[in-house]
């Protein structure tokens, strides 16, 4: 059996459903393989327009649900073995959730582990299960390939046992897996996004309540290209617990009292005395808090000009005060602004590499996209991957399906 069933035929459109991976060849690849009839369930990638490095401050961020993401082919189990093939790492591997668990491998079981394991604390006991996986989110390009994995893993096993909980909790599982499992402290954006995209719309996230508030984006009036640079970025490694660690210290320097970044006011961020880099690091996380409140009031009233601008502002912050672009990044960020039709553009995700995000008219966003992809050819020698995607739903089981 081989994963090249799945991948669909180049220049397939984006499907507006959901993502771009074949369900009826994976349903027909789980028989194949386990000899039974799958059920199949998606969680979405995401790609965020604004917000970044806000939300483990309990700030905003406004993330949309792209239209790829990670398909889990299930079926339960008489016993508590949980066999996975994922037909991207092409290999298949399996734990005994009646064993004592195994956190931080440094492999993709992680994932498949935590997600168990803290089901099983946070729900109660689960079910073994067949799963095979396969997803069209690229791998450690700040697209959040992992929470969407994270997310479909947590839906389908919990289905599979007769159980259901909230998409707020189930977000919150996700991210103590990756916590506990992966080794990884993220925030709480992509694993909410997972669960609690809408369809058509960007989300607004107040990562202190998460409360989420859906906003309009119809794909008719705003295109979303998401841009990768190629470079891969691996973020326990690379330096996002780092500044997690950075801005952590800077809010002990500037407010210990207060719990939050999100508690801290601009001026409080510039007095006198602060370490210079504890106060780049706190001043990016205040300002892009701010930033991203006023970007969903200019998407909200559809000011689109006002918005890139937002845009524009968040990825120098995140260049100079945050520090966690790359050239690469940057080049895409020029070359983008540089287009006719351009609202905004900037770096997306955790950065140490991956994509940037650019708001565009949808009339001009593949002109766009080919002139970005010329410009950062004629620099780097290599051709960078690029899309446009539309808003889609969160996690969902996919019924229906032909095959
Ligand atoms: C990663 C983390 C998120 C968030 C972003 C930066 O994607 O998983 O929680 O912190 O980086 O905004």
């Known amino acids: 059996m081989s994963a090249r069933v799945l991948i669909p035929p180049s220049g397939a459109p984006p499907s507006p459903a959901g993502p771009t991976v074949d369900a009826a060849a994976l349903r027909r690849a789980f028989r194949d393989r386990y000899g039974r009839e799958p059920r199949l369930?998606?969680?979405?990638?995401?790609?965020?327009l604004i917000g970044e490095h806000t939300d483990y401050h309990d700030g905003f961020v406004l993330p949309l649900a792209m239209d790829r993401g990670t398909v889990v082919a299930a079926a339960p189990r008489e016993d508590r073995r949980v066999r996975?093939?994922?037909?991207?790492?092409?290999?298949?591997?399996?734990?005994?959730?009646?064993?004592?668990?195994?956190?931080?491998?440094?492999?993709?079981?992680?994932?498949?582990?935590?997600?168990?394991?803290?089901?099983?604390?946070?729900?109660?006991?689960?079910?073994?299960?067949?799963?095979?996986?396969?997803?069209?989110?690229?791998?450690?390009?700040?697209?959040?390939?992992?929470?969407?994995l994270e997310v479909a893993l947590g839906t389908a096993l919990l289905s599979l046992s007769g159980r259901r909980v909230g998409r707020r909790?189930?977000?919150?599982?996700?991210?103590?897996?990756?916590?506990?499992?992966?080794?990884?402290?993220?925030?709480?954006?992509d694993q909410l996004t997972a669960a609690a995209g809408r369809a058509g719309h960007a989300l607004l996230i107040d990562c202190r309540s998460l409360r989420t508030t859906p906003i309009p984006l119809p794909a008719d009036r705003a295109a979303?290209?998401?841009?990768?640079?190629?470079?891969?970025?691996?973020?326990?490694?690379?330096?996002?617990?780092?500044?997690?660690?950075?801005?952590?210290?800077?809010?002990?320097?500037?407010?210990?009292?207060?719990?939050?970044?999100?508690?801290?006011?601009p001026a409080e961020v510039e007095r006198e005395g602060l370490d210079p880099l504890l106060q780049r690091r706190a001043r990016h996380v205040v300002l892009e808090i701010d930033r991203t409140r006023?970007?969903?009031?200019?998407?909200?009233?559809?000011?689109?000009?006002?918005f890139g601008a937002l845009m524009v502002e968040s990825h120098r912050s995140l260049r100079d005060d945050y520090e966690v672009s790359t050239p690469?990044?940057?080049?895409?960020?020029?070359?983008?602004?540089?287009?006719?039709?351009?609202?905004?553009?900037?770096?997306?995700?955790?950065?140490?590499?991956?994509?940037?995000?650019?708001?565009?008219?949808?009339?001009?966003?593949?002109?766009?996209?080919?002139?970005?992809?010329?410009?950062?050819?004629?620099?780097?020698?290599?051709?960078?991957?690029?899309?446009?995607?539309?808003?889609?739903?969160?996690?969902?089981e996919l019924v229906g399906q032909t095959g």
């Open 41 to 48: 369930f998606q969680a979405p990638g995401r790609v965020n």
């Open 84 to 148: 996975v093939l994922s037909l991207d790492a092409g290999e298949e591997r399996d734990l005994d959730l009646g064993q004592p668990a195994v956190a931080r491998r440094g492999e993709w079981l992680d994932y498949v582990e935590g997600v168990a394991r803290e089901l099983e604390v946070g729900v109660g006991r689960l079910r073994g299960a067949d799963l095979m996986v396969h997803g069209d989110v690229p791998v450690g390009a700040g697209l959040s390939s992992s929470a969407s």
């Open 169 to 189: 909790r189930l977000a919150r599982l996700c991210q103590a897996a990756e916590h506990r499992y992966v080794g990884t402290r993220c925030g709480i954006m």
């Open 224 to 265: 979303v290209l998401v841009v990768h640079s190629g470079v891969r970025h691996r973020l326990a490694s690379s330096g996002y617990n780092d500044r997690r660690a950075e801005s952590e210290s800077a809010l002990r320097a500037i407010a210990p009292e207060r719990p939050a970044l999100r508690d801290v006011r």
């Open 294 to 306: 006023r970007a969903a009031r200019a998407l909200r009233r559809f000011d689109l000009d006002a």
């Open 328 to 396: 690469e990044l940057d080049a895409l960020v020029e070359a983008a602004l540089g287009q006719p039709g351009v609202y905004g553009s900037r770096m997306t995700g955790g950065g140490f590499g991956g994509c940037t995000v650019t708001m565009a008219r949808p009339s001009a966003a593949q002109a766009v996209g080919a002139a970005v992809e010329a410009a950062f050819e004629a620099r780097f020698g290599r051709r960078p991957m690029w899309f446009v995607t539309g808003a889609a739903d969160g996690a969902r």
